[in-house]
């Protein structure tokens, strides 16, 4: 009987474009287009019930610019799952979560604001972690750390 990691590979592996381990824990490479239907399988086959994160990481001198890295648990198996995605500077938007799990609506808001990737789909897309008129997105390399950001008026 194949172990939990292996019948993922051997179900999901034709929709990778690779797989591999990182510390005991199953990592799927994926385009961005096999995105929902590898969650999909993931969350409804394999028992993969809760979507602990989705975070970025920059790599401005590598094009694509951009991985998007989802973590999953399957409570079941207690193991991890681990998408990771690239995402071009220039066209920098994924498919939203938020019809599979309901946290994704602001986990995706944060990557949103810090990173600059769109989630299609997720029909609220405001700033959850800096406020509105802040430019720019501080987790990106380039980020100046000297920007001075505009005043906006107080909110009442």
Not at 55 to 82: E, K, S
Not at 88 to 96: I, K, L, Q, R, S
């Amino acid at each position: 009987m194949p172990t939990f990691y292996e019948a993922i590979v051997d179900r999901l592996g034709p929709r990778c474009l690779r797989t591999w381990d990182s510390h005991g824990m199953l990592v799927l490479d994926i385009d961005a287009s096999q995105l929902l239907v590898v969650v999909e399988a993931l969350k409804a086959d394999f028992g993969c019930a809760l979507f602990l994160d989705v975070t970025a990481v920059d790599y401005p001198a590598r094009q694509p610019r951009f991985d998007v890295v989802y973590h999953f648990l399957a409570p079941a198996q207690m193991q991890r799952v681990r998408l990771k995605l690239q995402v071009d500077e220039h066209a920098a938007e994924v498919p939203t979560l938020t019809g599979l799990f309901g946290s994704a609506r602001y986990m995706e808001r944060e990557v949103h604001d810090m990173y600059g990737i769109r989630f299609a789909g997720n029909a609220d897309l405001r700033p959850i972690l800096l406020y509105e008129g802040f430019e720019g997105h501080p987790l990106r390399k380039d980020y100046a750390m000297e920007h001075e950001q505009p005043i906006v008026p107080y909110r009442t």
